[in-house]
C-alpha cells in the first residue's frame, strides 16, 4: 500500500458506531410505532406516524390531552428522531 492510501483509509469512518449508522425513515417508523403501542395510557387506534427525514409527525386523535403529551414523551429519546411535531388533537368538552 502506498502512503496515500494509507492515509485515505485510516480516515475512513467507522461503521460500527452507532452515530455513522442513522437509522432509516422506515425503520424509525416501526420504532416509533411499536413504543406507542407499548404504552398502555395511549389510545393507538386513531393514531397516525408519518416519518420524513427523521422529523417525526404524530397525527389524529385522542381522548385527553394526558394522551397527546405522553405520545410525544415516550418516543422523543428514541435513537434517529431528529425532532417530534406533534399533530394529535383531543376534544376538549367546554369548547364548544
Known sequence: MTKIAEVQTSW???FDSDAANLETDKNLEKKVINALHA????NCDKI???VT???VYL?????LQKERISAQKCI????GIRA????????NEYAQ
Request: charged share 25%; hydrophobic share 35%.
Open 12 to 14: 475512513q469512518p467507522d
Open 39 to 42: 404504552n398502555a395510557f395511549i
Open 48 to 50: 397516525r406516524v408519518r
Open 53 to 55: 427525514g427523521r422529523l
Open 59 to 63: 397525527e389524529g386523535t385522542v381522548r
Open 76 to 79: 422523543r429519546d428514541i435513537f
Open 84 to 91: 417530534v411535531i406533534n399533530y394529535l388533537t383531543y376534544h
